[in-house]
């Protein structure tokens, strides 16, 4: 499998085995609400070990936004798809598969009766991933690395299990000239 770092990763498994806080890594995003109304509604900047990109966000006109970038719902998805194909990558390589090329597609439908408190229908019945591989491997080969790699995602481990999510608070005061 190309663009895989297996000796970096080799490596890392290997200090990992003999020091278990190295496996709890922290993961920090921050977003801004953008109240130029000539903007995207959002933006986000994800510092990397090598950079950093500012993303912009906003919702579909349905939901008060303009369309004027990508919309919650699709970053969401392409997080959790890019987590899955990372991973399904990664297992392929540690099963030496050779690889051609590899793309995920995937999609859901929502229903957006609780956002707008319309309704108690589910958000979503379900995400579908569809892999398009090429390569010469058995088939069984490519759904052991599939097996693997959904039990292994953990993206796909927060979408089929329950994590708390704790929301605070931190409010600033204006000043108020009386």
């Known amino acids: 499998m190309k663009n895989i770092n ?3 990763l080799n490596k890392f498994i290997e200090q990992a ?3 278990k806080t190295l496996l709890e890594k922290e993961v920090k995003v921050e977003v801004s609400w953008n109240l130029d109304e000539k903007l995207p509604q959002m933006e986000a900047t994800l510092i990397y070990p090598n950079g950093k990109t500012t993303f912009n966000i906003d919702q579909i006109p349905s939901l008060g936004g ?3 970038a990508p919309n919650p719902i699709q970053y969401c998805l392409m997080g ?5 194909l990372s991973t ?3 297992v392929c390589s540690q099963l030496n598969l050779n690889i051609k090329s590899l793309k995920l597609n995937i999609k859901n439908k929502i229903n957006l009766s609780i956002p707008l408190n319309l309704g108690d229908e589910p958000v979503t019945k ?3 991933f569809e892999i398009e591989i090429e390569t010469d491997e058995e088939n069984s080969k490519i759904e ?3 097996t693997i790699a959904i039990n292994s995602c953990p993206a796909v481990w927060c979408m089929k299990n329950p ?3 704790n929301v605070n608070i931190k409010q600033n005061q204006t000043n108020k000239l009386n």
């Open 144 to 146: 052991e690395a599939k």
């Open 80 to 84: 959790l798809g890019s987590c899955f």
């Open 6 to 8: 297996k000796q970096e």
């Open 88 to 90: 399904f990558a990664t």
């Open 66 to 68: 303009k369309g004027l």
């Open 163 to 165: 994590i708390p999510i």
């Open 17 to 19: 085995k003999n020091d």
């Open 126 to 128: 379900g995400i579908e």
